[in-house]
């Protein structure tokens, strides 16, 4: 299986991760309900720690958690872990092998505390640390780059989070998924004009807000690995407090820009940056008059729920980033120097 | 009151802060003893972020406290926020003007959780919104890149830290700080000329671990703001994971990589981006065989704790990308389109 294979895979991946969890997905909710805990901790790295800061997003605003994002190298590395009273554990890992989220899930068994992992390999030692695990289900990921795993992670946290709340609704309307990610593939052809234009981009900024932060770090991520861009992953507050010092003309800016809460003011950013500062503006949006500030427009389908967004954007990033890996002569099955699992001490 | 004033102020700021603040510091440390909570929740934005992001390992790995991040945004800019339950909301911010911030902390008076707050500004809304203040006490920030406030925020997160530990010694051993700072400015010439031969420096990754996470992404944030160098700040795991791809032969990597911990293995990381992949390396260390293995060697002082060299390291950061920006005709006192206090809402 060759990386584009894995990401043309999605839409039927990702349906068959849904049919296969409804029932899974009902039963650890019911078991977390019954959980004693205060916040949420997700232990993850990499693509999976950008599906964390989704389920930041998603379960804070939806479900009201409050979710921290671990410092594993807290619970490996340095002298003795801390104290996870009131934490709900979370372990989000492809592989199921870095020896560092398994660190943090058998601390929490260690202490006592309620722990979850999704992975795509129940059979791993982080699935085997943990008192509740979901199963991706996508089947076995064979490039270095995920892509499949990362809409899937993104899926299993909206399921969790509609059956969480009871939101019937929300649940129901995940089943158009696998519909807007086919949606995106198919405008493959112009998304690879989009990147052939920028073969010799080498270093950007890729913003996002809310739920589209998580978009935006595994944009960045994906840039970096596959195509050896500089790649810098920014929420659009932040980037106004002073990195927005780096804009000058012709600079390129890549942003996740979907309808909903927060876009007026990434929407007002963006024409800032396009009209006084002649930015060079790549934007994935469903918003028209956004993505016609854009040189570069990834149009998202109709019909997306804000929370919904972040799954679709994530394939218009990856076909970007594979397009442009390609017009750069590199090979995207074979990023230099990277092997699938990375054992981080 | 230049940015060049501010950086070399230092040592002087930081002494003042030292000495004014050792009965604040035992005061909030006892209020902090008596107060109920399980986990520490930090809010900030911008050079206080990367503040939050020390302490998040200073009181995990000394006082054993689970420290979060916090998503300000999920404060001010989605539906509902979160319930706090179990948390000490920290602010860290030198204006103290930052809505979405103010917002936190308003909520965690609202919602009954104890707060404290680290501002230059006890007059601010920040300030008001806290139960508890600590002031900086540096006197006024004028430049548009924050300096002297950074090394007066980690100093005062490591006094409340010995507090809390009721750890003499390390409470004693920060007294020797304000010589560290001045050890580093003394080699700024031998720093200006590492900076002036990298003045067509546009893209770099800036690397650290553990305490010196913070570090690095402080010196990317001053890099882009300053010098408008895309600087991608990581955590040398997370870059093994796949950002490792970027490098290639004279690809500038910055790092922070002083003894301790976790030094061996981000030196031999950086063994095999000098042997392997002929990186240009810029290092701050006080290990002589890491700073050997670099083009631009930036020496801390001897005798530094591991839990110490951020403060110092921080000083040798600004001084670089201090120096950095005058070789590329830039004005330090006028970074493109920034203002003091961004209002992020």
């Not at 959980?35 to 949420?40: G, Q, T």
């Not at 993505?291 to 729920?305: E, K, V, Y």
């Not at 090979?331 to 990277?338: E, F, I, Q, S, Y």
Request: include cysteine.
């Amino acid at each position: 299986m060759s990386l584009w294979d894995e990401i043309g895979e999605q839409p039927a991946a990702v349906e068959r991760s849904l049919r296969a969890n409804r029932v899974a997905v009902r039963r650890v909710a019911g078991r977390l309900q019954e959980a004693d805990f205060r916040y949420v901790l997700v232990a993850a790295r990499g693509t999976s720690d950008n599906a964390a800061r989704y389920a930041q997003y998603l379960w804070g605003a939806r479900n009201r958690l409050l979710v921290a994002l671990a410092a594993p190298s807290l619970f490996s590395g340095l002298e003795r872990p801390p104290p996870l009273d009131g934490a709900l554990v979370v372990g989000i890992s492809q592989s199921g092998r870095s020896p560092d989220l398994v660190a943090v899930v058998q601390e929490a068994r260690r202490q006592g505390r309620p722990s979850l992992v999704l992975t795509n390999d129940p059979d791993s030692p982080l699935a085997a640390a943990a008192d509740l695990v979901l199963d991706l289900l996508v089947g076995p990921e064979r490039a270095v780059a995920a892509t499949k795993t990362y809409t899937a992670q993104l899926t299993l946290i909206a399921m969790l989070s509609a059956a969480l709340a009871g939101d019937n609704e929300m649940l129901e309307s995940l089943e158009a998924v696998p519909g807007h990610l086919a949606a995106v593939l198919e405008e493959a052809p112009g998304i690879r004009g989009i990147a052939q234009g920028r073969a010799r981009l080498h270093r950007c900024v890729v913003l996002g807000r809310g739920y589209d932060l998580a978009t935006a770090f595994e944009w960045a991520l994906k840039l970096q690995e596959l195509c050896a861009v500089v790649a810098l992953p920014l929420s659009t507050a932040d980037f106004e407090h002073g990195p927005v010092a780096m804009v000058e003309s012709g600079f390129p800016v890549l942003a996740v820009a979907p309808r909903g809460s927060l876009h007026a003011g990434v929407h007002s950013l963006l024409g800032r940056l396009a009209n006084e500062r002649q930015a060079d503006l790549v934007v994935i949006s469903d918003a028209p008059e956004t993505l016609a500030l854009a040189g570069g427009r990834i149009a998202l389908p109709d019909g997306l729920s804000e929370w919904m967004a972040p799954i679709a954007a994530a394939v218009g990033a990856q076909v970007f980033t594979y397009h442009l890996c390609l017009a750069r002569g590199l090979d995207p099955d074979a990023p230099r120097g990277l092997r699938k699992v990375t054992r981080t001490r």
